[in-house]
Every structure is written in C-alpha cells, then in structure tokens.
C-alpha cells in the first residue's frame, strides 16, 4: 500500500491509502500522541487532531481470529453486496470504491476481488468533520473516468451515511446495515463483522488518521513493522468468496431511526471495545445465544473488564441485539 505521496507505508492491502504518512511511533509506549479511550466528542473539531489510542490484544486473540472469517452468513453478505453494485448495469471498470478507514478497507478489498476491474482507495471521514476533501480530490485525479462509491465495513446509528448525504456525497455501500441507512447493503442483520476487530498496528500499519489543516491530506503516524499481523490479513483476502450469485434476495431498504445515547449494533460495540471506554455491554439473547453468536465480543469485554448483561429486552426498540454505554469526559 503507498500513500497518495508514493511513500510505502506497508504490504498489507493491494491498493493505496490516500493520506499523510508522518513519523513511526509505537502506540504502546508514545501514549502522549494519542488521545484518552473516555474523551469525547463534544462539536469540538480539535477532537480530530489527535487520534484514538490502539489496544494490545494478545497473540492467542489474533491467532483465533482468522477462525471467524470463515462465517457464511459474512461471505453470503459480500456476494449480496457485490452483486447489488453491477445488478442494473453498472460495470467494475466504472467503479472506484473510497474505502472509509478503517473499517472500509478490508470490505473494499473483497469487493475488488468480486468485480474484477474495480479500484480502490482509502481515505478518511469523521462524522461532524466530513470527508477529507484532498484525499478524495487525489482519489478522483487517479481515476477521473470512474464512479466514486464510498465503502465502510457497517452503520450504527448511520452517522456516516448522514455525514455523506450532508456533504452531498454518496452512494454508501456497506457490508452490515441493521438501520438500513445505506445505499447498497450485503445484510441488514445485526451481525458481528469479524473484521470490526482489526486494529492499525496489526492490520494497517498506521493510526487512525487526524486532521492537519484543510491543505493538506489527513496525516497519520506508521506503526512498527513489528507488530502486523499479515498472516490475519491474508487469512481474510484467502476467505473472499469466488463469486456473486445474482439469485440471491437483496435486503429491504425501508430506514429505521430512534434517537440513544447508546452504541447499537454488534459491530459498532466491537469498536467501542477496541478504542473507547464501555461501562457496561447489553445483549437481547440469552448468555447461551449471546455466546454462540458474539464469542468475540464477550471476550473483548472480559479483556477490558466491561460488566456484560444478557436477555435485556428493552433493546428491541433500538432494532439491536447488541448495545452499550460509554464512560466519556470532555477532554
């Protein structure tokens, strides 16, 4: 992967990162550059000069990792999502994917591997900050005679999408969709993307990427070759599936939106887990189907320590079987 300067940055995924690539820093020892797991955003856009911390999870994490790419339902999701893009006639050469870091980046590799013909690139959106405007101005320079559609591994509570739509910037393609927000969509159940827990040291090579000023691309600092994990990204790429199946049945697209304090969705509360501060961690199933169903999550939580409640049935208002609490501060 290069940046949009032509600096490498890593091996890891077949296509470039359009961002600023700054100095290596070790996320587990230069703490001082990233910013707490409990602050917050509060419409401050200074929260988007510095980025989230990264967690250290252990090796017998990564090595049982790969275990869950071999999901059916997930690889089912993909040829729904793929077949959906080129189903009214829309051809993979037309088609460049802005894969959103982070979560875009492994769902656009698998959807370039889908439709061969289509590109890809990452670059970077926070919700109340927008798009980077240079990133995506570098991503159409590159390929000035194809469609822009923007990637993301899932929604939430569809701030991205609305994000998008604010800066009259769509479609959104996404692997999970339980709101039904997006444009394109591979399911719209509530279900655990085993890539929601990748995280930059081992699967990117760089943070999470933070505003400069408006002139330049967002910058973001390289990680230590040392700790990637290039067998579980390979295992993931290994996983794609083969082929679209044009006969399959694509999700209803009628939105659902309730106003929470709370993450919904599984995946969302994966990424809580990975860079924020949950106080507590609710499931609508039993600790039976909980178990079964979000291995990962519940053993993220006892890695942090999050106090896990099951067969909380409240959570149907939200269209969620997952949902948790944040511990913030403003600063």
């Given at each position: 992967m290069k940046s949009a300067g032509g600096t490498d940055s890593n091996d890891l995924w077949p296509f470039p990162v359009y961002a600023k690539f700054l100095a290596?820093?070790?996320?587990?020892?230069?703490?001082?550059?990233?910013?707490?797991?409990?602050?917050?955003?509060?419409?401050?856009?200074?929260?988007?000069?510095?980025?989230?911390?990264?967690?250290?999870?252990?090796?017998?994490?990564?090595?049982k990792l790969p275990n869950h790419f071999k999901d059916e339902e997930i690889r089912r999701a993909a040829q729904i999502l793929a077949e959906s893009l080129v189903v009214d006639g829309?051809?993979?050469?037309?088609?460049?994917?802005?894969?959103?870091?982070?979560?875009?980046?492994p769902i656009a590799d698998w959807l370039c591997r889908?439709?061969?013909?289509?590109?890809?690139?990452?670059?970077?959106?926070?919700?109340?900050?927008?798009?980077?405007?240079?990133?995506?101005?570098?991503?159409?320079?590159?390929?000035?005679?194809?469609?822009?559609?923007?990637v993301d591994g899932w929604t939430g509570r569809g701030g991205v999408a609305r994000e998008l739509q604010r800066q009259r910037l769509r479609p959104l393609a996404v692997l999970i969709d339980p709101w039904k927000v997006a444009d394109f969509a591979g399911t719209c159940e509530d279900k655990l993307c085993p890539t929601a827990c990748f995280t930059g040291p081992t699967t990117l090579g760089f943070s999470r990427t933070f505003q400069l000023d408006e002139s330049q691309m967002?910058?973001?600092?390289?990680?230590?070759?040392?700790?990637?994990?290039?067998?579980?990204?390979?295992a993931w790429q290994e996983m794609c599936p083969q082929t679209i199946n044009s006969d399959r049945e694509?999700?209803?697209?009628?939105?659902?939106?309730?106003?929470?304090?709370?993450?919904?969705?599984?995946?969302?509360?994966?990424?809580?887990?990975?860079?924020?501060?949950?106080?507590?961690?609710?499931?609508?199933?039993?600790?039976?189907?909980?178990?079964?169903?979000?291995?990962?999550?519940?053993?993220?939580?006892?890695?942090?320590?999050?106090?896990?409640?099951?067969?909380?049935?409240?959570?149907?208002?939200?269209?969620?079987?997952?949902?948790c609490s944040i511990s913030t501060t403003a600063k």
């Open positions: 290596e820093v070790d996320p587990y020892n230069d703490l001082s550059l990233f910013r707490s797991l409990c602050q917050s955003y509060t419409g401050d856009k200074t929260y988007w000069q510095t980025p989230s911390p990264e967690p250290a999870l252990s090796s017998a994490f990564w090595d829309r051809q993979p050469r037309q088609i460049v994917f802005a894969a959103i870091l982070r979560a875009g980046v889908l439709l061969p013909g289509a590109k890809a690139g990452g670059l970077s959106l926070f919700t109340g900050l927008g798009i980077d405007r240079q990133a995506l101005k570098a991503l159409k320079e590159a390929y000035p005679d194809r469609e822009v559609i923007f967002f910058g973001a600092y390289i990680f230590p070759h040392r700790y990637r994990r290039l067998d579980v990204v390979r694509r999700p209803k697209r009628q939105q659902f939106y309730v106003e929470t304090d709370l993450r919904v969705h599984s995946n969302e509360v994966c990424r809580a887990l990975i860079n924020a501060s949950p106080k507590a961690i609710y499931f609508v199933d039993s600790v039976t189907k909980a178990s079964a169903d979000f291995e990962l999550l519940l053993e993220l939580a006892e890695h942090r320590k999050v106090p896990v409640h099951f067969s909380q049935m409240s959570l149907h208002k939200y269209q969620t079987r997952v949902a």
